[in-house]
């Protein structure tokens, strides 16, 4: 198993600014993942953290807006950068070893 | 790439009622199939998952879901819910033997009155 902690919880963020959220698990895994909840929707797949390079993302997301970094194989940020009222959303690490885990996400509302 | 349906947006239900929640996938090959839940204020947690074998797989709390392959289907059942199920729950879907990433659905939120 895997535990999964993620900083800050929530936060409330001006727009044009930016934020980091940090994500920490007990183990050392080597896929790491950063998924968005938007409100009323399902989970999006933001990008695959690889240790060691740089990130993978999926379409719709670019690093410059979601720079990740992945210093070693227990922690990852990833940055809302430039941040608009459409980027309120619920951001989730999550990691793959036996099975998926998540964290409890960090929930960003932007004004 | 796959696909993931859930139908019913929004249930309500009262104690003891029984229960099925839809997911119907859209993949032209083998998937591994899961069904997660989201208490209030928690995180995502595995209830069930189907890789292979018995098409019945049976879960925590006593939710169990069943994979039709001709309909493409792996829904969600309990015979008597409670209020404490009171959830988002989530169907996700990943081809077999892939190191592709979950495809979920739009989730389902249920509600159980007392």
């Known amino acids: 198993s895997a535990v999964i902690s993620q900083k800050p919880s929530r936060d409330i963020c001006q727009r044009g600014t930016s934020l980091t959220i940090q994500c920490q698990v007990d183990s050392q895994v080597t896929m790491m993942f950063w998924y968005r909840q938007q409100p009323g929707q399902s989970l999006t797949l933001i990008a695959t953290?690889?240790?060691?390079?740089?990130?993978?993302?999926e379409s719709g997301f670019v690093i410059d807006k979601f720079p990740i970094s992945r210093p070693n194989l227990t922690f990852s940020t990833l940055t809302v950068s430039n941040m608009s009222p459409e980027d309120s959303s619920i951001y989730l690490c999550?990691?793959?070893?036996?099975?998926?885990?998540f964290g409890p996400g960090t929930r960003l509302t932007v004004t | 790439a796959q696909s993931v349906s859930q139908h019913n947006h929004h249930v309500i239900l009262s104690e003891a009622a029984s229960l099925e929640l839809g997911c119907n996938y859209s993949y032209g090959g083998t998937v591994n199939l899961f069904w997660y839940v989201q208490y209030p204020g928690q995180h995502l947690q595995l209830l069930l998952k189907y890789f292979s074998g018995d098409p019945l797989v049976k879960g925590i709390k006593g939710f169990e879901a069943e994979f039709i392959k001709s309909k493409f289907s792996f829904n969600l059942r309990k015979p008597s819910v409670q209020w404490s199920d009171t959830a988002e729950y989530f169907c996700a879907v990943r081809p077999s033997g892939s190191a592709r990433q979950l495809t979920f659905g739009s989730g389902t939120q249920l509600t159980v009155l007392p």
């Open positions: 999550s990691v793959r070893s036996d099975e998926q885990y």
């Open positions: 953290a690889n240790q060691g390079s740089e990130a993978t993302y």
